[in-house]
């Protein structure tokens, strides 16, 4: 069973930046995707940013040129590095894995928080 866990996350200022990780576990594809997701609370879930079994990279408009997310494949794990970060920016990341066999089969982290406040 693939498992997630994320970390990296707490209070920071305004300004300020964090680095979260995403360790996933128990992977059995060849071939998946990892992508970062946030909610704030009476928001809807949104893309931050994603990176394909492949390298290939997305970001949402409002984090371009100030978040950066990068992958290290031997250890099966993803980081988003977050820098000028806005109060707008505070809301729970969550990580999502899409594995490709047979099908797609789509994996959650239990989120963790981010704050920014002064």
């Known amino acids: 069973q693939v498992q997630l866990v994320e970390s990296g996350g707490g209070l920071v200022q305004p300004g300020g930046s964090l680095r979260l990780s995403c360790a996933a576990s128990g992977i059995m594809f060849s071939i998946y995707d990892m992508t970062w997701y946030r909610q704030a609370p009476g928001k809807q879930r949104e893309l931050v940013a994603g990176?394909?079994?492949?390298?290939?990279?997305n970001y949402g408009d409002s984090v371009k040129g100030r978040f950066t997310i990068s992958r290290a494949y031997a250890k099966n794990t993803v980081y988003l590095q977050m820098n000028s970060l806005k109060p707008e920016d505070a809301a729970v990341y969550y990580c999502?894995?899409?594995?490709?066999?047979?099908?797609?089969?789509?994996?959650w982290g239990q989120g963790t928080q981010v704050t920014v406040s002064s």
């Open positions: 990176i394909t079994s492949s390298g290939r990279i």
């Open positions: 999502n894995l899409v594995g490709y066999s047979d099908s797609r089969y789509d994996y």
